[in-house]
């Protein structure tokens, strides 16, 4: 027992939850202004290619960074165009993203690298790790709190700053009231329009960076389809979360563990089954929430429809 | 600026929008410290001429002068309200999740260090313009869940904190019980002769434009036709030039009511959607050739006890029968197959299918009958295209066709498909909610000599309705409604006007 | 509970299949294909290759040879069924993106149904397994059905996550469990009876008797759509399931069939793969099959005939791609790309052609009204 339920699963969790974090973060952030992005998946995927990218042309992690940000600020920006100024579908232009992710990052690897299935390089420069003194110092969690990627630490400062932003500055203010009444937004004189851009680069720019951590703080490479899904945890977390930082963090986090955990007991459990297994969860994890509300307001049950 | 000057004129105003011109070369002066209404029938153009003045569209041609000034060719709210000018909308502009401050504050937060959300000094903000405008309230409740009345005022401390001196109000006792009305004019007549206000009231109620405005604006399709001092009109005058013509509202009822019940709710309770109770014991029978009137401002449980009835909705006590039967369990499909029918008050959302065609829309609820549908498996469509041929023809539905989406039809339009359909199931039970909500008179004409129709032939019928006119007009009895319970039950012709809305708000 | 959530969440309930296919609605979509191959032209020439070789090459590919033709008709079919099985649930107003879990699912009965058959006569092994592939996928279609349903749980998540489930699941299975003893075969179940396989119509190509099947489904589905009491009922529900229940229409019931059809078709495709082209269920079967269909469902407004034409042009572009890639050296990806413009371009549709009609109609009032002058104040 012991073997599994060590210190080392706390980090592994934390490792495995970041890039669900961050993109969670992201969507929860379009979902305030109401845009529902099912597409952040494949952000994460493209993220983590360009990421790899620049960190490879420019022998920098910091470069693998800033193509990352770019790339995301252009896909959110894409994203809002196409669902506010086009009214598309929401659900369309978010599939249709995954699947040009999928083929983009595909057609690119195998027409600058020339490889298939995955790439990797020397020259691809990783996140730095980090040790922080002062963390380092508290007792059993420690170690373990220290000596990760920097992503981990940048997205648990994110967590922090969205609730603040949404929940403490006007501009959040403004956020939000886009999503619930726009036209009361509207009649106040702030461009509803604006705050659903400003919302939609962001979650780009946080659904990139957590494909940053994928391919350059977890791994240091690239791999086709490496967001495995991931995107849609993230969604499934602010459903959970009701799109509040905070929450969200939590539901990522439990996602995280049992992720983790299935990877510890890939020695005991076919490691197909302890793949299957966080999907599987989260799903139960979504209708145990729509139950708990249920029995909620006056504890009355509906008579059968 | 002189006493009766212009404070806001509209010049050769004309606003197309796709397919409709919704304002055709309007030029209008608004004189200050008056109260100027404007009426019309919906779709005249009366919001659309205001929402140009704040902003919220841009003219097609023409120009607007505030205060003397003309307006920037990218005037938008926030102009607007710098310009003085201020806004209560029909429906109103809140953010429900917020509070009563951090809506009044909205596009203009304080802030603390220049970037945090000051919400101590917007909250002694809030009290102390309460208290300037004689308009209490709390700045810490959640708006979503204040009453409509209460949410107004919300709307107008927002518009007054901007410091506008031209109020716009936008159908505003659409929503109101009579004593929130009462107390609505008297707030409007004291900010006009205390603060120097001028309101601009926008309205198709005519009894209230005779009361409280100075002169009054008529629009009919686009144009303004005629500028009058309220003065020197009534209320004949003014719905005849709304409408074109000479509107008559004859006495319809023929003969007295059934002894036989046939429709009986006992005690019924029920929770809203948030959990609440919203229906709380209530008792009422309906005869058969009879009209019972449930009068009630709109969320006091009427929509739900609907909702009950038709099996929508389910019951935490007490029945509803029949004929006898007790019919509380039963799903939409069985009460419809037991004899009831139902026009709900909102169209989009539960009487129709946007979407669907309007010969769809016709026929649902008949789509499995031998003549629509051989052996429960092939839709006949010639049958149903020649159905809706029929039924829209006798029920007088325009449209562009009877293959295009039902959304696309006016809402009077909308409203005579829904009784089209209901109608055409000869149910012995018909449960009416605001049947004339945003229709033309001239449809409300029609609508109401249809239900009469279908009382005179019998039909035991339970009438939901905001709209006292149309209450005291059709029914035999009338049932006050008020949080939940009945306060009161009297035949029609037994209470008038004033003592009702007494009923309608609490009183016993 | 963010509101806004709350709005967004409905919005995605809300999505509701467009009606018709217009001519503009084609017209655009001319556009939007013609625009795509312009931009997958760009991609050419910027990697160095010559658009005009390489689109050749795509037709060609696609419909030149008789092998080359046998592919595309496989391919089509394919996409057809996909497309139809997520037009079906959609049109009841649900949305399976599951489908290819589902197809999975059926792939792994029918050939563990086909395996322990043999000895049976080969139209009882074809029957059972068609019945197992349909259960299969059905009842896994089933299962998030009627959580949005009866619990209102969002579908679209929980389809995705029940895909990787099963996609996990039918690896297990065939690595593990029922993994065969065959040499040479390094994740796969048993082979089914050989007799009772699909026999390819055009040789050395992925067309079989297959086709016939599915034929006979889209015809069914097509039906049932357009022409049938239960499809109104459908349409109904699907633009309005508040209104349909209140108009009587058994809304909840019909939203699940549509589901758990579509499940069921999505399980045929499982099968057909198997009977006809592996023969034994292997973890390759599919790769994202159901999402092409899915995204020709989308384009196509989920209308049956639209999804049916769609689908071959798809299926050129697909097969073409492969054969491109084969013959002029270009990654074959460069047609996902293509096919994603026409999406997002077709998805944007709607609302580029009303800023069009908003801007020309404004036009068109400023000239009339500068030509008849002001009119005079009333």
Redesign the interface.
């Known amino acids: 027992m012991s073997e599994i339920f060590n210190i080392l699963l706390v980090q592994n969790t934390l490792r495995t939850a970041t890039p669900v974090v961050l993109c969670a973060l992201g969507c929860l952030m379009s979902d305030q202004v109401g845009i529902m992005n099912i597409g952040v998946d494949g952000m994460m995927l493209m993220g983590a290619f360009f990421a790899v990218l620049g960190s490879y042309l420019f022998g920098s992690w910091l470069a693998g960074i800033l193509f990352t940000m770019i790339l995301g600020m252009l896909l959110g920006y894409f994203y809002y165009v196409f669902s506010v100024k086009f009214k598309s579908d929401e659900f369309i232009i978010g599939v249709a993203l995954n699947i040009l992710a999928g083929g983009l990052t595909v057609f690119l690897l195998r027409t600058l690298f020339g490889v298939k299935g995955s790439f990797s390089s020397p020259r691809i420069v990783p996140l730095p790790t980090l040790h922080i003194p002062w963390l380092e110092s508290i007792p059993v969690l420690g170690p373990i709190l220290s000596g990760n990627t920097l992503l981990v630490y940048v997205s648990w400062l994110l967590v922090f700053l969205c609730w603040v932003l949404l929940y403490k500055t006007p501009l959040g203010f403004h956020l939000r009231a886009s999503g619930q009444a726009p036209e009361a937004l509207r009649a106040s004189g702030v461009n509803p329009d604006r705050m659903k851009r400003i919302a939609s680069v962001l979650c780009g720019v946080l659904a990139a960076l957590s494909g940053a951590h994928l391919s350059l703080g977890y791994l240091t490479m690239f791999s086709e389809n490496m967001s495995a899904s991931r995107g849609y945890v993230a969604v499934a977390c602010v459903i959970f979360g009701g799109s509040n930082p905070p929450r969200v963090f939590l539901a990522a986090l439990l996602f995280g563990f049992i992720d983790a955990l299935g990877m510890r007991l890939q020695k005991y459990i076919p490691s197909d089954i302890t793949s299957m297994a966080p999907y599987v969860v989260t799903v139960v994890m979504m209708v145990a929430v729509v139950l708990l509300k249920r029995r909620k307001p006056s504890g009355i049950k509906p008579a059968a429809q | 600026m002189s006493e009766n000057a212009p404070i806001v004129r509209f010049e ?1 105003i ?1 606003m ?1 929008f ?1 397919g409709v011109l919704a304002n055709d ?4 002066e608004i004189r200050k410290g008056e109260v100027f209404a404007l009426v019309g029938e919906n779709g005249a153009g009366k919001s659309t001429l205001m929402n140009l003045l ?1 902003g ?1 569209q841009k003219p ?2 023409g120009r607007i002068e505030i205060k003397g000034k003309p307006t920037s060719p990218h005037h ?3 102009r607007a ?1 710098a310009m003085g000018v201020g ?1 209560v ?1 029909q429906h ?7 509070t009563v401050a ?2 009044i504050a ?4 304080p ?1 603390k260090h220049k ?3 000051d919400q101590k000094r917007i909250n002694a903000e809030v009290t102390e313009l309460c208290e300037r405008f004689g308009l209490p309230l709390n700045p810490q409740d959640t708006v979503g869940e204040l009453s409509v009345g209460l949410q107004q005022r919300v709307e107008i401390l ?1 518009a007054l904190h901007r410091g506008a001196d031209v109020l716009v109000l936008d159908e505003p006792t659409a929503v109101l019980t009579p004593q929130e009305t009462e107390e609505l004019f008297q707030v409007i007549r004291r900010i006009v002769a205390e603060k120097e206000m001028t309101v601009i009231l926008i309205t198709h109620k005519l009894g209230e434009v005779m009361r409280l405005s100075d002169r009054v604006g008529v629009m009919r399709r686009g ?4 500028v009058l001092n309220t003065s020197e009109t009534d209320e004949r005058k003014l719905a005849a030039l709304m409408v074109g013509r000479e509107v008559l509202f004859s006495e319809l009822r023929e003969g007295a009511p059934g002894t036989r019940e046939v429709l009986s709710v006992d005690r019924l309770s029920a ?1 809203d959607d ?3 109770p919203a229906v709380k014991g209530i008792s009422l029978t309906v005869h058969e050739g009879e009209i019972v009137g449930v009068c009630g401002v709109e969320g006091n449980g009427q929509t739900e006890l609907t909702e009950c009835i ?1 099996g ?1 909705r ?3 006590g007490g029945t509803v029968t029949l004929n006898g039967r007790n019919i509380s ?1 039963l ?3 069985q009460i ?2 037991m004899g009831v029918s ?1 026009i ?1 008050e909102d169209r989009l ?8 065609t309007v010969t ?1 829309n016709l ?3 008949k ?2 009958l031998p003549e ?2 051989r052996f ?4 006949r469509k010639g049958n149903a295209r020649r159905y809706g041929e029929k039924l829209a023809s006798e029920f007088d539905i325009r449209s562009g066709g009877l293959e295009l ?1 039902v959304g696309s039809l006016s809402g009077g339009n909308m409203q005579k498909t829904i009784l089209a359909r209901e109608f055409s199931f000869d149910s012995p039970v018909l449960v009416i909610s605001q049947p004339t909500r945003g229709v033309d008179i001239g449809a409300i004409e029609f609508i109401h000599e249809k239900i009469m129709e279908k009382r005179n032939a019998g039909c035991a019928i339970l009438l939901v309705s905001a709209d006292l006119d149309e209450l005291f007009r059709l029914s035999d009895q009338l049932v006050t409604i008020y949080e939940g319970q009945i306060t009161g039950r009297f035949p029609n012709g037994e209470i008038d006007r004033e003592e009702i809305g007494y009923y309608m708000t609490g009183g016993r | 509970m963010s509101t806004g959530f709350l709005q967004s969440v409905r919005t995605l309930f809300a999505l509701k299949p467009k009606q018709k296919l217009t001519a503009q609605y084609l017209l655009s979509l001319f556009a939007a294909v013609a625009l795509a191959f312009l931009v997958g032209a760009g991609i050419m020439l910027l990697c160095g290759y010559d658009p005009i070789t390489c689109y050749a090459a795509l037709f060609k590919g696609a419909l030149g040879k008789p092998r080359a033709l046998g592919n595309t008709l496989a391919k089509t079919v394919t996409l057809c069924l996909t497309g139809l099985a997520m037009s079906l649930a959609a049109k009841a107003g649900i949305f399976n993106v599951g489908g290819e879990g589902q197809l999975y699912l059926g792939g792994l009965a029918a050939a563990v149904v086909g395996a322990r058959m043999n000895g049976s006569p080969a139209w009882l092994i074809v029957a059972c397994s068609l019945l197992a592939a349909m259960a299969a996928g059905g009842a896994y279609a089933w299962i998030p059905g009627a959580l949005k349903v009866k619990l209102k749980v969002n579908e679209v998540v929980t389809t995705i996550l029940l895909n990787s489930a099963a996609i996990y699941f039918c690896s297990y299975m065939a690595n593990g469990p029922l993994k065969t003893a065959e040499r040479g075969i390094e994740s796969g179940t048993d082979s089914i009876a050989s007799y009772a396989a699909f026999t390819p119509l055009i040789r050395l190509s992925n067309l079989t008797t297959g086709v016939f099947y599915a034929a006979v489904i889209t015809l069914l589905v097509w039906y049932l759509m357009t022409r049938s009491t239960v499809g109104f009922e459908m349409k109904i529900t699907g633009t309005n399931e508040r209104f349909a229940r209140y108009g009587g229409i058994r809304a909840d019931r019909l939203a699940l069939w549509g589901m758990t059809l579509s499940g069921m078709i999505c399980g045929v495709v499982g099968l057909l793969e198997v009977f006809g082209l592996h023969h034994r269920f292997m973890t390759t079967i599919s790769s994202e099959f159901y999402f092409d269909g899915m995204l020709v469902a989308m384009i196509m407004r989920y209308q049956p005939f639209g999804v049916i034409l769609m689908s071959f042009f798809f299926a050129i572009l697909n097969i073409g791609g492969s054969a491109m890639e084969l013959s002029a050296g270009i990654s074959s990806e460069v047609m996902l790309i293509v096919q994603s413009v026409i999406i997002f371009f077709m998805a944007a549709e709607g609302g580029i052609s009303e800023k069009l009609r908003a801007g020309a109609a404004a036009r068109r009032i400023r000239r009339d009204a500068r030509r008849a002058g002001k009119g005079a104040a009333v």
């Open positions: 050769h004309s197309q796709p070369n309007v030029t209008l704040y919220l097609t041609l938008d709210p926030t309200m806004m909308h109103f502009k809140l953010v429900p999740g917020f951090q809506n909205l596009g203009m937060e802030k970037l945090f959300y927002k144009k303004l036709l005629d929770l948030r959990g609440l038709m929508m389910p019951q935490t369990r799903d939409p499909r419809r197959a139902w709900p959302r539960t009487g129709l299918s946007a979407q669907a769809e026929l649902v609820g789509q499995r629509f549908s429960s498996l092939h839709y989406p």
